[in-house]
């Protein structure tokens, strides 16, 4: 089943945080291991569905409410998805931090195969120990008419962790269900990191019907969601999903993603895309109808441009196109027996799938594969977290200054080419700069002079480096360049080069006049005047949709 493919694309580790598909990814493997075996991981369905009750698939649940009325799985009793899904009642809060229209959901399930106990305590192992995040506080049903007060979730999440935060929230808040005008249904515990909801646990204890009574459900089942975009949003540390990895390959107009009308182009061209490819078209009813709305509301904006949907073909056609390369030299390596370590090597060198792998070769060990995958990512986190921040090798006088050179050679590409050029990787030493940053082309000799002039311009004026420590609230609104992927506390520290005004119309300055500003732990050096002259070596290509620049001071 074809998941939503600019997603899929965005494969690059992104400093210590996982990307989004490493978040998909690292849910997954952690269900497939667990209760009996392991959940059976099942293909997400179509966005149009079969069930007449409902216009799209809005929840993971929905391919499998057959089987929480009795009929039998052809999966087992518990399985997991990550679930492409189209949700229109909050369309007007989408382009705010969270809400979106076409969003992916992680959940595990079970028809009767196990309850709350299990439910929950899977769902606290992968948000504290897996993922290493602290939970805020969590949500249990208060009760109402004819449905109690959840004591059993209570207690649960109290075995877990004496000191958590539990509040009691009514029907509207945690009583879950059903997709349609009848269906299984229940209360539900919801989970909240760094203040928003990102896990739903459903309990369905009840089937409701036509007329709103409910009754039992002689199998009781566990339905859960995870927003994929808001899970990625908590673990990168960004303001909001815009600012995910997820949306980095879509172009920026406008101010990028703090502005309302470029998010909301942004989320409906997603939407747009995956109910295309699952077979909508565009009409006056049904489904086509709410596709012809979505795409005549975001045709409307200024900031809409064909280049949304053209990036869409571009990044597709060229993925495809390395893919089947990679595809074709990695597969002349294969044979049907092979120890962990070679097979390693072929899924990290040309990128081959799992499931081919496991398909192509015969003794395909997946508990020392899975260990050496677990090994390879902690060796890359421990690489990044032996580095000085801001990707330095040390704190020698020449690394210091080309830090600061790397500050402003960022500033000058976004001057350049717009704010939608964000750093995606980062290495100084004493000897050189090495900046990665995202963007789809090779730079032309012009530009790369251009650049080079920019950046001197800078030094040679004599601006001040001045650090500041402030909220990360505060940081962001100023718009401060964020290190993609990083972890931030409530407090961070922000590095500004001030620029006199005469820089502006030849270097780049923004309005407050600043020509940087960024977060960033240091250290600098305290004038431009101290950098000497700044050289481009080489610019070129670091992966799909990132140019590498390396730079030197002399």
């Known amino acids: 089943m074809v998941f939503f493919v600019v997603a899929e694309m965005n494969f690059l580790f992104y400093n210590y945080a996982m990307n989004s598909n490493e978040l998909r990814q690292s849910f997954l493997d952690f269900f497939s291991k667990k209760e009996n075996g392991g959940h059976k991981i099942v293909p997400s369905s179509s966005l149009l569905p079969t069930d007449p009750s409902v216009l799209f698939t809005t929840a993971g649940m929905q391919q499998f409410k057959p089987y929480y009325l009795g009929e039998e799985s052809p999966w087992g009793k518990n399985v997991a998805s990550c679930q492409k899904c189209i949700r229109t009642s909050d369309i007007e809060e989408v382009g705010d931090e969270r809400h979106l229209t076409f969003f992916e959901m992680l959940g595990n399930f079970s028809f009767g195969g196990y309850w709350k106990k299990e439910a929950i305590s899977y769902a606290h192992e992968f948000v504290t120990k897996e993922l290493g995040l602290k939970i805020d506080y969590v949500t249990v049903f208060e009760g109402t008419e004819g449905v109690p007060f959840d004591q059993e979730s209570f207690d649960i999440w109290q075995s877990l962790d004496k000191n958590i935060t539990i509040k009691k929230c009514g029907r509207a808040d945690n009583f879950w269900g059903p997709t349609g005008d009848e269906g299984p249904c229940g209360p539900t515990t919801e989970i909240y990191v760094s203040g928003i909801e990102i896990w739903n646990l459903v309990f369905n204890e009840f089937y409701q019907q036509k007329d709103k009574t409910l009754k039992p459900l002689e199998i009781k089942g566990i339905d859960t969601g995870m927003g994929l975009e808001r899970l990625a949003m908590v673990i990168q540390n960004v303001p909001t999903v815009f600012d995910t990895d997820i949306f980095a390959r879509l172009p920026e107009r406008q101010g990028g993603a703090s502005t309302k009308e470029e998010r909301i182009i942004k989320d409906h061209t997603r939407a747009i895309v995956a109910l295309i490819l699952d077979g909508a078209r565009p009409s006056n009813k049904n489904q086509g109808y709410v596709l012809r709305r979505l795409m005549r509301r975001i ?54 799938p799992v499931d081919v792998l496991r398909d192509k070769i015969k003794n395909f060990n997946q508990p020392e594969f899975d260990a050496l995958l677990k090994q390879h990512q902690e060796l890359s986190r421990t690489a990044s977290a032996g580095m000085f921040k801001g990707g330095l090798a040390d704190h020698e006088p020449a690394t210091v200054k080309l830090h600061t050179a790397h500050h402003l050679l960022l500033a000058a590409l976004q001057e350049m080419f717009g704010k939608e050029v964000k750093q995606r990787g980062s290495n100084i ?126």
């Open 299 to 352: 045709m409307m904006y200024p900031g809409f441009s064909l280049d949304n949907f053209q990036v869409v073909k571009n990044v597709v056609e060229a993925e495809f196109k390395a893919f089947t390369v990679a595809m074709k030299e990695g597969l002349k390596h294969v044979k049907e027996d092979m120890d962990a370590q070679e097979i390693f090597s072929l899924y990290e060198t040309y990128g081959l």
């Open 429 to 554: 030493n004493q000897e050189r700069l090495r900046l990665d940053f995202s963007f789809d082309r090779k730079l032309t000799d012009v530009e790369k002079q251009k650049l080079e002039s920019m950046v001197q311009l800078n030094i040679d004026a004599g601006l001040n480096v001045i650090q500041r420590e402030m909220p990360l609230k505060e940081a962001q609104k100023i718009g401060a360049e964020m290190e993609f992927g990083v972890k931030y506390g409530n407090t961070v520290s922000v590095y500004f080069i001030e620029g006199p005004s005469f820089a502006k119309a030849s270097a780049g300055q923004s309005k407050d006049g600043v020509v940087s500003k960024e977060f960033c732990g240091g250290p600098h050096v305290g004038n431009t005047k101290e950098l000497g002259q700044f050289k481009i070596l080489k610019e070129e290509a670091s992966s799909q949709g990132v140019r590498r620049i390396k730079a030197v001071l002399r």
